[in-house]
């Protein structure tokens, strides 16, 4: 396990319930009734547990027998090495489990207050892989543990009465395929599945926005705009509007005005619309200032926070600079998914007040600036609060190693996905491709291609092995 290094969509934006004529949701979060089975096909015809989402399955009321009970090869390798385990217990394959089962079965029921041209799921996050039926029909699967997972549930939905939800996850990584990963953590023992994170199906009218990215220009004090839309109706005539306000007190600062376009029928777009912020108030941990971007089309309009700050590294003076200062990060590593595996950890990690403690009150005592999150992604709410606190998050793919079974194209989504989920957080202030690993595909194919999409333009750091860019920080084990 290392120290932090500096010490010394489609991703649809944050979302809340809309007027008439714009974006609906309708938020999940709740007790879900939770079954389980070895098969994959079927849905079990009872369920008699309940349990948290987001959470994890071991918050399961009735409690279910040996749910994380499962060794990963990694860590079966280290305890091998140190004479825990015979030579004839390694294995190339994901693991081997400790458990029956090999899937969690969650269902939940909701209604509707209105409709809409086209119906989105959003499943924040979950672990080992996600499938969801809807209303009997099966929409789709998703692989990532790490990024969110988007499922167009238009042609099944009740636009009156119930909607019976049924989400199927692994009950270890062993049920994912071997091409697509679920974690390497090597110093990992249990291994517990959940649907980690928030729940909710979106409304939408059309034109529909797919994502919004806030990247700020700090020296022109502008804020560049990409907007994805798609059209799912017939082809027409539409406007944009952007409109730029403060997040604490919302008093708008800046606007696009009304940005013309068209579409054909199942069309999509990407626009980039510059919006002037006079005198913007630059984001910084001594003063994290935040702003909202609420863009619509008419049919579809969403609210996505940012803040105007830049961040970099310098090879030449061998220094960070926040917004064209150097700056010193002060902090720590945060591993969330080894809390997961602490008897006390409970619901915590979903305990807002709890959060706030760790990320804001805690790091102010200690006169902290950043944190590194390895090992496992954190809930969407962490980084709002961290964005919030003031903090400098170092945000770390969460693989330690490399596995020659992993598809490469498969990873490329995995960390768009990731990447796409988090780039609006001004917290967020470089990426990490992974733990202590020296895999040349990291920096010779991955981060090469998904580098671009971030338009605000942050740095990569490329783990054990040399900078895959210019100015990228350079990982230091002195040990």
């Not at 980690?196 to 919004?212: G, H, K, M, R, T």
């Not at 409970?346 to 950043?370: A, C, F, Y």
């Not at 989504?413 to 990447?419: A, D, E, P, S, V």
């Not at 967020?428 to 020296?438: G, I, P, S």
């Amino acid at each position: 396990m290392r120290s932090l290094i500096v010490l010394t969509l489609w991703a649809l934006p944050v979302l809340a319930a809309s007027s008439t004529g714009g974006r609906v949701t309708v938020p999940l979060d709740g007790n879900w009734q939770v079954a389980d089975s070895v098969a994959a096909t079927d849905i079990p015809t009872s369920f008699t547990h309940t349990a948290p989402v987001p959470g994890l399955t071991n918050l399961a009321t009735p409690a279910f027998p040996d749910v994380d009970q499962y060794v990963g090869r990694e860590n079966i390798r280290n305890r091998v090495r140190f004479n825990e385990m015979p030579a004839s217990a390694s294995t190339d394959k994901v693991g081997l489990p400790g458990q029956t089962r090999n899937y969690f079965w969650y269902r939940t029921t909701f209604r509707v207050p209105a409709k809409k041209a086209f119906a989105l799921l959003k499943v924040n996050k979950a672990q080992f892989g996600t499938a969801v039926w809807l209303n009997g029909v099966k929409i789709g699967e998703h692989l990532g543990c790490f990024d969110p997972g988007y499922f167009d549930l238009t042609s099944a939905i009740h636009w009156t009465g119930d909607n019976e939800l049924v989400v199927r996850i692994g009950a270890h990584p062993g049920a994912l395929p071997e091409t697509a990963l679920a974690g390497t953590d090597s110093e990992k023992r249990r291994w517990t599945p959940g649907i980690y994170d928030s729940v909710a199906v979106f409304l939408c009218d059309n034109p529909v926005i797919e994502s919004v990215q806030a990247a700020p220009r700090i020296a022109t004090s502008e804020v560049l705009i990409e907007t994805r839309i798609k059209n799912y109706g017939p082809a027409g005539s539409f406007s944009l509007t952007h409109r730029v306000k403060t997040w604490k007190d919302g008093r708008e600062v800046a606007g696009s005005g009304s940005l013309k376009f068209s579409l054909k029928a199942g069309e999509e777009t990407v626009r980039k619309d510059v919006v002037k912020i006079p005198s913007a108030t630059l984001w910084t941990p001594e003063n994290p200032f935040l702003y909202v971007v609420e863009s619509t089309t008419g049919g579809d309009n969403t609210s996505s926070r940012f803040g105007m700050r830049e961040f970099r590294f310098d090879t030449a003076t061998q220094r960070a600079y926040l917004n064209g200062k150097v700056y010193f990060l002060r902090g720590s590593n945060i591993t969330l998914h080894r809390f997961f595996e602490d008897p006390l950890c409970g619901r915590l990690p979903w305990d807002e007040k709890w959060v706030r403690q760790l990320l804001t009150d805690i790091p102010k005592k200690m006169h902290w600036n950043s944190f590194r999150f390895c090992i496992g992604p954190v809930p969407d709410k962490w980084l709002d609060i961290a964005d919030e606190a003031g903090l400098l998050i170092q945000n770390e793919f969460f693989i330690w190693g490399y596995h020659k079974n992993w598809d490469t194209d498969e990873l490329i989504r995995q960390y768009k996905g990731w990447m796409q989920d988090n780039w609006n957080h001004p917290s967020v202030a470089f990426w990490d491709a992974a733990n202590e690993t020296t895999e040349d595909t990291l920096g010779n194919t991955i981060i090469p291609a998904v580098r671009g999409l971030d338009l605000s333009n942050r740095q990569w750091e490329n783990t054990y092995n040399l900078p895959a860019g210019p100015d990228d920080p350079v990982e230091n084990h002195p040990y």
